[in-house]
């Protein structure tokens, strides 16, 4: 770790020796309070291209945590109020080109790993002028290609999430219950004509990209079969329309298709920072320590061969915003299953006021139910369901600070059973609940 450290701090002094103050970059969306309620960026840009140039960003983040939490067998491990371990991201956006940029974000430190590693990274093209100048011209003045090992534009609620540290764009410190994010190499072309949205991406469905299509046992070289790997499909079709001054009115709706049974079950899994509530759901079994794990308090569906859609509507109108989410996962563990279905629902309403709307109070209600998939012949599983509730404020103390505070309570349905696909001892999450008070301080820039 402190060789890793070593190498990060020697990047960052070559990279501002070389370049921190060349921060003239195109078609970026801004860190902090000039960044909120932005989803593709636009196409839009007033920045001349010089040469290369280099915005060195950073995001920290650290929360005080009071939360409770209970079970039906009532053998959850006590928890009490104090300060998390903080996390960074340190970001590069490199202006290669006039039109081209790059992006590459670096988790420093996580929840779910001690050592730094690249999170992801892709080039994104607004212009061609590298082959001729004002070639394509018309297309591209509505087309945006993107190319990497990065995060999938898949729905809306990802450019609102916290994204490790960088929390500053989520006005709560949880994101969904279900929460679509995947970090997989993909091609994905986004078109804008007018107020309209239109984004066609493919990607290979790997976490871990590899040319091996060999299936072995864990921690073995024995070879057991080929695996079954197929193209990950993904778009969304929407409308962003400022009406007038006032109000701003976008509706987009999502699709992904994870057809493979050896990679198609990242959706919901591919964050590797780990979820934002700390130490909740280990349990005391025996006199052993069960885990929730790094993840405990989300909800993965855990399904190959799925498909899932994501609807999102998001009004603003002066400073009152409402967002959304009606969204629904099928799919099945193993082939010839019959599938499982879950479908989550996600309100939220929050209101910007003082001078310059540095202020917020925010509310955000969120559930998912349904049933995994079983095998033919077998009983359907039971109906799981969770729901949970935020009542949040914030202040932007400057444009790349915020403080926030918030109420969460989180609820699971009483049925061991029902959680036996989903959790390493199911006992733990029935009739679980989790309630309590979080602050988290934000800096990103």
Sequence with gaps: MKKNTHLVLIAMLAVFTLGA??????????????????FETKKTNDVEFEKLSIKVGGD???????????????????????????????????QLADGIRM???????????????????????????????????NIMDVTTLRIGVDQLNFGDAHFRRSDNAMAIYNPFVGNYLMDAYTVEPFVEITLQPRDYVIVAGISNGL??????????????????GEKDLKVTFYGKLGMD??????????????????????????????????????????????GELKTGGDFAGRFTPGFKNNTSYQINP???????????????????????????????????????????????????YNSVIGNADFAPGSAKPNEQKITRTNIGAGWFMTK??????????????????????????????????????????????
């Design 21 to 38: 103050n060349a921060q003239n970059v195109q078609y970026l969306r801004q860190a902090g309070y000039d960044g909120l309620n932005i």
């Design 60 to 94: 920290f983040a650290i929360q005080f945590q009071s939360l409770d939490h209970s079970n039906d067998m009532n053998n959850l491990t006590a928890i009490g109020g104090n300060v998390n371990l903080p996390t960074a991201n340190l970001n590069f956006d490199v």
């Design 103 to 137: 992006h590459l974000r670096t988790f420093l430190s996580s929840k779910h790993h001690e050592e730094t590693w690249v999170k992801g990274g892709y080039i994104q093209m607004d212009k061609l002028d590298f082959i001729k100048k004002d070639f394509l011209k």
């Design 207 to 224: 976490l871990n990209p590899t040319v091996d299509k060999t299936i072995s046992p864990w921690g073995s070289s024995t070879i057991t």
């Design 241 to 286: 329309r400022q009406i007038n001054e006032a109000l701003r009115v976008r509706l987009t709706g999502s699709f992904i298709s994870e057809s493979g049974y050896n990679n198609g079950d990242h959706l919901y899994s591919g964050d590797r920072a780990g979820g934002r509530y700390y130490n909740i759901f280990n349990a005391n079994i025996g």
């Design 314 to 364: 998001f009004i603003q109108y002066k400073g009152l915003e409402f967002f959304g989410i009606y969204e629904t996962s099928k799919g099945s563990k193993a082939e010839g299953n019959e599938k499982g279905s879950f479908t989550q629902v996600g309100t939220e309403l929050l209101y910007r006021f003082g001078e310059q709307g540095q202020f917020y109070i925010a509310g955000r």
């Design 400 to 445: 790349n600070i915020l403080m926030k505070v918030e109420y969460v309570k989180q609820s699971y349905n009483s049925d061991a059973a029902a959680w036996s696909p989903n959790a390493w001892t199911p006992e733990i999450l029935s009739g679980a609940e989790m309630n309590g008070v979080v602050l988290e301080a934000v800096i990103s820039f």
